[in-house]
Every structure is written in structure tokens, then in C-alpha cells.
């Protein structure tokens, strides 16, 4: 995944959070929203908390919103979960949370994402899978990427790695 040729520009929320972190300390905030089945990828979203976890990465997550079981959080792994919210709460909590990248773990093709919809109005960076409506609805939007839907955790866990080097160059 090359990262070489991408560009960064953090919103003010971002800005902000990394003022008040410093070398090592600074780690990469990455939020989830929705109700997550394990179609939207709750699963894949655990083991990518577990992951950064006991490989000591630098990575937290947030689910804003709630997973279709108990998944693991903090202490145990690298997730933090906000609960259910109210769609008109959305936004306050994507300011609330000042993500660093909004990821989409999606194991299966969605037609429409509202909550695609709101992190694109937010202007965050967002990271999505090549299934459904996402390549299209992303497709030349600013600071977007599409990943294959498969990779494994190690390659996501580069991806977010080199993504975290980008901004805290």
C-alpha cells in the first residue's frame, strides 16, 4: 500500500487532539460508525483491536454506535465502544471523538451508507473496501482510500501504520 504519494491536510478538531500529543505518545485514533453486524465487519473490527493490542501498534479504535454481540474493549483490546446513538447525534459525536480516519469494515456490498454519507459531509479521511457503493461514492473525494475487502489484519494494520506516519510527519 503505498503511501508515499498521498496527501494530509487535518481538519481543526485534529489538529487540536495532536497538540497535546508527542512523539511516541501519538497514536492513531481510528472511529467505526454504525450498527455493526458481521456483515459490517464487528468481527473484523475485534480482531483488529485484539491486533494492535498484543502487537503493542499505536492504533485505538472507537465504535461509535454497537456491535450485534459484547465485543472485546479496553482493557483487553484496543476498542473503545460509544453505544447507540440518535442519527441526528452523528456529527457531535464525530466532533466529540476528533477521529484521525473513519474506517469501514464492511465484509459485504452495501448499496447506500448514510453514515458514509455524514463522515464525507464531516470531510474526514476515510478508509472503505472495494465492495458495494464505496468505490463509486469515493471515487475522487479528498483523502479516501479503497482497500480490498480481504486483507488481512497485519495489512490493514500497515495501512493505518503508514497513514499515521502521513500525518504525524
Known amino acids: 500500500i503505498d503511501h508515499e504519494e498521498s496527501a494530509y491536510t487535518p481538519n481543526e478538531n485534529i489538529s487540536k487532539r495532536q497538540l497535546n500529543q ?9 472511529v467505526v460508525v454504525g450498527a455493526l453486524s458481521t456483515m459490517k465487519g464487528a468481527d473484523k473490527l475485534e480482531r483488529m483491536a485484539l491486533y494492535a493490542k498484543n502487537n503493542q501498534l499505536p492504533l485505538d479504535f472507537i465504535l ?18 460509544s453505544g447507540e446513538y440518535k442519527e441526528d447525534e452523528l456529527t457531535g459525536l464525530l466532533v466529540q471523538y476528533a477521529p484521525d480516519i473513519v474506517w469501514f469494515p464492511a465484509l459485504w456490498p ?6 458514509l454519507s455524514a ?5 474526514l ?12 461514492r469515493l471515487y475522487q473525494q479528498p483523502y479516501s482510500w479503497i482497500l480490498p475487502w480481504n486483507l488481512s489484519v497485519g495489512d490493514i494494520a500497515a495501512f493505518f501504520l503508514g497513514f499515521r506516519g502521513i500525518i504525524y510527519a
Open 125 to 136: 479521511p476515510i478508509v472503505a473496501p472495494d465492495l458495494g457503493a464505496f468505490p463509486e
Open 119 to 123: 463522515c464525507v459531509e464531516a470531510g
Open 64 to 81: 461509535i454506535g454497537y456491535g450485534y454481540r459484547n465485543l472485546l474493549v479496553e482493557p483487553e483490546s484496543n476498542l473503545t465502544i
Open 110 to 115: 452495501e448499496t447506500y451508507s448514510y453514515t
Open 22 to 30: 508527542t512523539g511516541k505518545e501519538k497514536r492513531l485514533r481510528i
